[in-house]
C-alpha cells in the first residue's frame, strides 16, 4: 500500500461514505499509483471491491475513459479469478469507479506475507503460484497483456477464493509510476505491452524462495 501519508489519509477518509447511493465504502484494500481500492457493501447485501482513480489522474486527457475500459479488459475472459466490472459511475469527488470482485472476508497475498514475517509454508505458496500461473494461462492465450502482476493485487478469501485484482489496470500502473521507479514503462513500451503482442508476467518468486528457508 502507498506510503505517501497524506494520500493514505485521504483514501481512509471515504471509508463509510456512499457511492451513488448503492454502495457504502468500507475497509480500504489497496492505495496504489492509480486507484484506490475498498471494501464495499451493496444497497442487496453483497460485498464487492470498489475501485476510485486516483484525483491526481482525473480529467487526464481521456484516462478518466480509459480507466473504466481498462478495468472492464478480462470481462470477457469469464474466469472467477479475474472477477468482472459489474458497474461504474462517479463519486461525490468527480472522480470515476467501478465495481468488481464480490468479495468474502480476506486479505491480499502482500498483507498475508507482511503479518506473517515474510514467511509462509511451502505447500501454501506453491498453491498459491499455481493458481496464478494457471489464471494468466488463461490471459495469455486470450493475448491480453497483464503487464506486473504484484503480491498487493492478489487477494486470498478465507473461503479458499482466489482473485487477481485490477488485471486490466496493470499496464496504466505501470505507466503512472513515479520517475526512477525501474518498473516504470516509457510510452513505447506503454504501447508495445497494451498491444497484446507479448503479454508479460512479473511476480515476486522470492516470496517462494523465502518460504523454504
Not at 135 to 152: M, W
Not at 156 to 183: Q, W
Request: hydrophobic residues 40%.
Amino acid at each position: 500500500m502507498s506510503q505517501d501519508p497524506t494520500k493514505l489519509e485521504r483514501a481512509r477518509r471515504r471509508e463509510g461514505l456512499w457511492l451513488g447511493q448503492k454502495y457504502r465504502l468500507g475497509q480500504l484494500i489497496a492505495l496504489d499509483e492509480l486507484c484506490a481500492s475498498y471494501f464495499a457493501a451493496s444497497t442487496s447485501g453483497r460485498v464487492v471491491e470498489a475501485n476510485i482513480l486516483n484525483p491526481e489522474l482525473a480529467n487526464l486527457g481521456t484516462f478518466n475513459t480509459s480507466f473504466i475500459l481498462a478495468a472492464q479488459t478480462p470481462n470477457a475472459l469469464n474466469v472467477p479469478a479475474f472477477g468482472s466490472v459489474q458497474d461504474s459511475g462517479t463519486t461525490d469527488e468527480g472522480l470515476p469507479y467501478f465495481i468488481s470482485n464480490e468479495l468474502g472476508e480476506g486479505e491480499s497475498l502482500g498483507d498475508l506475507v507482511r503479518r506473517r514475517g515474510r514467511t509462509i509454508p511451502p505447500s501454501e505458496a506453491l498453491r498459491v503460484i499455481g493458481n496464478l500461473l494457471s489464471a494468466l494461462a488463461v490471459a495469455h492465450a486470450s493475448g491480453i497483456a497483464h503487464g506486473l502482476v504484484e503480491p498487493n493485487h492478489i487477494f486470498l478469501g478465507e473461503d479458499g477464493s482466489f482473485k487477481i485484482r485490477g488485471l486490466g489496470l496493470s499496464p496504466l500502473r505501470i505507466l503512472h509510476r513515479p520517475r526512477g521507479d525501474p518498473r516504470r514503462a516509457t510510452l513505447s513500451k506503454f504501447r508495445y505491452l497494451v498491444s497484446g503482442c507479448r503479454p508479460l508476467l512479473s511476480f515476486d518468486w522470492g516470496i517462494a524462495v523465502r518460504c523454504h528457508r
